[in-house]
Every structure is written in C-alpha cells, then in structure tokens.
C-alpha cells in the first residue's frame, strides 16, 4: 500500500480537480461555432443528450465563474441556449424541467441581457424587440435567426 501521507494526498486531490477542471473547461467550444452572414439559416446541430450537458455546464458556470471570466464561446453557447429553449420552454414541451427551468432563471437572475450589453455596448436591436451583438454576431432574444439557435435532435 502506498503512503503518501495527509499532504500528499491533499495535493493528490488538489491537481486532479485542476485537471479536471481545464478538460471540462473547452468541451463545449466546438457548439461556439460561427456561422458566416451568408449562413443566416443554418443552424449548429447537437444531440438532446449533449444539449442538456451543455446547459447543466452553464449553470454550473453560473455559480462557479463571474461572467467577466467567461470565454466568448461560453456567450455564445448561452445566447445559443435560451433563444433554443424560448420557443419550446411551455408545459409539456421539450425544454419545460429542469436544468432548462433553472438557466432561465439563472440569465434573469444575474440580469445577463442588461450584463451583456453593458460589455458590448455596440448592439443593436434585432426582430421581435431582442438584440444582435456585432462583436459577437449573436443574437439574444426576440427572434432569432436560425444561426443564433440550436438545432437539438
């Protein structure tokens, strides 16, 4: 049996966490995708099953990381997110429980649209009373394109 002792099992735990930490980190960028202006109706693609693990992380996210740290792909996952789960967030549809329910209430909680605008003062209405975001051509709210939402299969 090894003895590695208090401390070193101290560290042991410290630098797995840590590298857990840095694997979880990027494992949704790929989903951050953006879509050139010509792809206006093209939408990025993802399994319900990797869709609620997307969402599980943003809240997660929420608690854990001030929104001044998070990456670009992490805004942009999230605009992605709940201008998907709008349009089907009623009783009995796809996206009515948890961790869906919880998200909502985490971007009104933390006034995420009055945060985002602040830090990217340069957006401008989009249709349906939401806004687009030219630094990060991604829409938030009203309606959408079809490349500002995800297509969950």
Sequence with gaps: MLNIGRRGLSTLFILT???LARSVAGQFDDLAVRLHA???DSMVHVDSTRFRALVEHLCLKFKDAPLETWSVEDHINLMRCANTMM???RVGEQFAGEPYQRLDAMID????VHWITERYPKWIPNRGMGLYIPDLDMEMGGTPSLRGRFNVQ
Excluded at 109 to 112: H, K, R, T
Aim: charged share 30%.
């Design 109 to 112: 909680a933390q006034n995420y």
């Design 17 to 19: 966490g840590m590298l």
């Design 87 to 89: 349009f089907e967030r």
């Design 38 to 40: 010509t792809d206006r």
